[in-house]
Structures are given as structure tokens and as C-alpha cells.
């Protein structure tokens, strides 16, 4: 049976958790038409600007070995770190996938009552990416502005001794869909 605050009582039950760890994976993948028609060497000049600018609006990872001191981590955390992302561009040229965002991470101290934090982080996150929401700011970087579009998004979210949920981005409506796998 399953009560309010998330916990499988079948499994354990909250006075036995000595930490609750939540386990984080999932992928953007992001199409820009104004990136991909650019041909080497310039899209390999174009593609740093663009990492810059994902590094910019997702903000620094953190982890236990390298927390953030000077600046606040705007990714969801646990007590041992944040969630991690690793930007992939496309390996070829031409086509319409820019390349992608995968994200990770085992956020410890993080629960049930924290996971509406994550959903509404990665429904942002969707949203920065979107036309309409320029990547950058400056004129010469002009040339990416409005053209990103995520095309795909899934983020799979489970709580240790709990609940299992995946986000699906919809990304003709513009909005987050849940699905509650456990």
C-alpha cells in the first residue's frame, strides 16, 4: 500500500531510510535548421558558441567533489550534488538535429516532495529551447537566435523506495506530460 508522502510501505517504510537517493536520466533532442546548413569549418566555430550558450541557460552541474561556492547551481540537487548534462552535437552535417542534451544523476536527500521542483525545471528547460526564446543574446550570435526547436524530450525520474514517473515533452503543444510508472 501506498501512502501520501511517495514510500512503497511494502518495500520499507520511512523510519528505516537512512538516505533516499533519486535516480535521474533523460535526453533533449534539439533541432536548429540555422546551425546544421552552416558548413565546416565555420559550424565547428558556430557549434562552440552554441555549447556556451546551453552551458549559459542550464547553468553548472555540481558534485560532491566540486560543489558550487560563488554562484547558485540552478539544476535540481541533493545533498551530494546535482544533475549532470553532457551536450552531444550532431555527427554529421546537414539534416535538422542540431545534437543533443542527455542529463543524469543520483540526487541523495532528494524525494517525493521535491520531485514538482524537477518537472517544473524540466518543463523549463524545454521552454528555453523553444522558438520564441532565444539562445543568446548578442548580434553575432544572431544566426542560432529563435532557431532552436526541441523536437524530443523524455526525462525518467525514480525515487528510491517510492514512485517512478517519465516526462514526455510534447513539442507541438508546447507542454509536459507525466506518466506514473510506479
Given at each position: 500500500?501506498?501512502?501520501?508522502?511517495?514510500?512503497?510501505?511494502?518495500?520499507?517504510?520511512?523510519?528505516?531510510?537512512?538516505?533516499?537517493?533519486?535516480?535521474?536520466?533523460?535526453?533533449?533532442?534539439?533541432?536548429?535548421?540555422?546551425?546544421?546548413?552552416?558548413?565546416?569549418?565555420?559550424?565547428?566555430?558556430?557549434?562552440?558558441?552554441?555549447?556556451?550558450?546551453?552551458?549559459?541557460?542550464?547553468?553548472?552541474?555540481?558534485?560532491?567533489?566540486?560543489?558550487?561556492?560563488?554562484?547558485?547551481?540552478?539544476?535540481?540537487?541533493?545533498?551530494?550534488?546535482?544533475?549532470?548534462?553532457?551536450?552531444?552535437?550532431?555527427?554529421?552535417?546537414?539534416?535538422?538535429?542540431?545534437?543533443?542534451?542527455?542529463?543524469?544523476?543520483?540526487?541523495?536527500?532528494?524525494?517525493?516532495?521535491?520531485?514538482?521542483?524537477?518537472k517544473i525545471w524540466f518543463k523549463e528547460t524545454c521552454l528555453k529551447?523553444?522558438?520564441?526564446?532565444?539562445?543568446?543574446?548578442?548580434?553575432?550570435?544572431?544566426?542560432?537566435?529563435?532557431?532552436?526547436?526541441?523536437?524530443?524530450?523524455?526525462?525518467?525520474?525514480?525515487?528510491?523506495?517510492?514512485?517512478?514517473?517519465?516526462?514526455?515533452?510534447?513539442?507541438?503543444?508546447?507542454?509536459?506530460?507525466?506518466?506514473?510508472?510506479?
Amino acid at each position: 500500500m501506498e501512502e501520501d508522502n511517495g514510500y512503497d510501505t511494502n518495500i520499507v517504510t520511512r523510519e528505516e531510510i537512512m538516505s533516499q537517493w533519486t535516480h535521474v536520466a533523460g535526453i533533449i533532442r534539439l533541432d536548429n535548421i540555422g546551425v546544421c546548413v552552416i558548413r565546416n569549418p565555420e559550424r565547428h566555430e558556430l557549434e562552440k558558441v552554441v555549447n556556451e550558450c546551453i552551458v549559459e541557460k542550464l547553468g553548472k552541474p555540481h558534485t560532491y567533489y566540486s560543489p558550487i561556492v560563488d554562484e547558485e547551481c540552478i539544476l535540481p540537487a541533493g545533498s551530494e550534488g546535482s544533475i549532470e548534462y553532457q551536450i552531444t552535437p550532431a555527427s554529421h552535417e546537414g539534416g535538422l538535429s542540431w545534437g543533443s542534451v542527455s542529463f543524469y544523476g543520483d540526487l541523495r536527500d532528494f524525494g517525493i516532495g521535491d520531485y514538482p521542483g524537477l518537472k517544473i525545471w524540466f518543463k523549463e528547460t524545454c521552454l528555453k529551447f523553444s522558438p520564441g526564446k532565444p539562445p543568446v543574446e548578442q548580434i553575432a550570435k544572431s544566426i542560432i537566435s529563435n532557431t532552436f526547436n526541441v523536437r524530443n524530450a523524455v526525462l525518467l525520474v525514480e525515487i528510491e523506495f517510492g514512485r517512478a514517473f517519465v516526462l514526455v515533452w510534447d513539442s507541438e503543444k508546447k507542454v509536459l506530460k507525466e506518466l506514473k510508472v510506479r
